[in-house]
């Protein structure tokens, strides 16, 4: 469903395009697998496109998509150079998983599904300039690696009772008597590193179980990724992108990507409360008018776990659609273009510290300089999710 959206699919010549905008990108692809392809698929690729509709009437486009298929050598260059195109992700030759899907399956199987294919050829345009939302394709010689519904990848060898899945049963307790204080840096450091560690990690949890006596304390246990624990042993799923991309407040799965969204607009859904922008509340947590839990809904569910880290999601959800709002993007283009250059921007400003004055500048240099001593080389070296 594309209501005004008029979508084609254009193949290009892969050769006569060396010096245009899209294949000066694929030249700095070296040793990808795109350029290890046959022959016959290096001589062309396929651009999932979608036409500007406010400049040109359907029976145009048709005959302007014509003129176009005509003559594929320069196909890329007449439709950027013209703006009639914006690239558009192309999910017709992959499964994308949603949250309601590992939910559903938890559920009803105590199990987990995974992530296994992943199609960039398909969206190789849109590959090329943006980050996909479950992380897919981010990478296009390990199109898998660093993507949201995969197995974690262990640094220790698993040491199950039975070498299996059954847990190890100790009657040891992990504790500490030791109160740690600081003089300089108080919870809401602690709270940001939290926020960080939302962005690249989410355990999938097995379903509770109705624990009807209050003798019995309730211990949680990561849920198992289907087939895994019976032959092999136990594998636990990370519903998050590896990516520091924004996970907490768009969301790890393109399915699920309406949830946050305002509409067909580049902003995120927020609410007016008490005067002031905050996120959505999730009304299924609201008995009656007079009865209602303040439960926030974003990208990741653990939101509400601290009043801090709920701090965090509404600064950088309310960040979001100050630069939408600036934008100087014509309106249509907008809801094509504005949540992926805002994906990029994101990265642009809570990681890198180009210009000193930017928000890379705030928090990294006065919260991540604190851990990253002891952190730096886990998070730049070590690949989280299985690939």
């Given at each position: 469903e594309h209501h005004d959206d008029h979508f084609v699919t254009i193949s290009v010549d892969y050769r006569p395009l060396q010096h245009a905008i899209l294949i000066d990108q694929i030249k700095r692809l070296k040793e990808s697998a795109f350029e290890k392809s046959s022959t016959s698929a290096k001589q062309s690729f396929n651009c999932h496109f979608a036409f500007n509709t406010q400049n040109f009437n359907h029976p145009t486009i048709n005959n302007r998509c014509k003129q176009i298929q005509a003559n594929p050598s320069n196909a890329a260059e007449i439709l950027l150079r013209e703006r009639l195109i914006f690239s558009v992700e192309d999910l017709s030759g992959r499964r994308a998983l949603t949250q309601e899907e590992v939910v559903q399956?938890?559920?009803?199987?105590?199990?987990?599904?995974?992530?296994?294919?992943?199609?960039?050829?398909?969206?190789?345009?849109?590959n090329l300039y943006y980050r996909t939302m479950d992380g897919t394709c981010n990478n296009l010689l390990r199109p898998l690696r660093?993507?949201?519904?995969?197995?974690?990848?262990r640094l220790l060898l698993p040491e199950y009772d039975n070498k299996l899945s059954e847990p190890v049963v100790s009657r040891f307790i992990l504790s500490s008597r030791k109160t740690v204080q600081h003089g300089e840096y108080n919870a809401l450091l602690m709270q940001w590193g939290q926020y960080l560690i939302h962005e690249m990690a989410k355990t999938t949890l097995v379903p509770s179980a109705n624990f009807k006596s209050n003798r019995c304390i309730r211990v949680s246990r990561s849920s198992a990724i289907c087939g895994s624990g019976k032959q092999k042993p136990r594998q636990q799923l990370n519903e998050n992108t590896n990516f520091i991309d924004g996970s907490p407040i768009y969301g790890s799965s393109v399915g699920d990507l309406h949830k946050f969204r305002e509409g067909k607009t580049g902003f995120l859904k927020t609410v007016f409360f008490n005067g002031l922008r905050l996120l959505p509340f999730d009304i299924r947590k609201c008995r009656n008018a007079a009865s209602c839990s303040a439960i926030f809904v974003a990208g990741d569910s653990r939101v509400n776990l601290f009043m801090g880290l709920s701090s965090y999601h509404i600064i950088l959800t309310r960040e979001h659609n100050r630069y939408v709002s600036i934008s100087k993007i014509p309106n249509f283009e907008k809801k094509f273009l504005i949540f992926n250059q805002k994906k990029k921007l994101y990265y642009n400003i809570n990681l890198l510290q180009k210009k000193k004055k930017t928000k890379s500048k705030i928090i990294y240099s006065n919260h991540f300089k604190v851990i990253k001593r002891n952190v730096l080389i886990l998070l730049t070296t070590i690949n989280v999710n299985n690939s």
């Open positions: 399956s938890n559920m009803a199987f105590g199990c987990v599904p995974r992530l296994d294919e992943a199609e960039c050829q398909r969206s190789l345009c849109y660093g993507a949201a519904f995969r197995p974690y990848n």
